[in-house]
């Protein structure tokens, strides 16, 4: 992935080079994943 990546990202950058590239990524394993709140209860001293 990370070949096939690079080169077209190079690619973008040679035949636009006029534009601003840029290259973001992500994990995949992320994607999904939603935030947890969870309820801690503490004695308040």
């Not at 636009?16 to 973001?24: F, T």
């Amino acid at each position: 992935m990370e070949k096939k990546l690079q080169s077209k990202y190079q690619k973008l950058c040679r035949n636009n080079p006029q534009s601003k590239v840029e290259l973001w990524s992500m994990d995949e394993h992320r994607l999904g994943l939603k935030p947890i709140q969870r309820r801690i209860w503490a004695d308040s001293k």
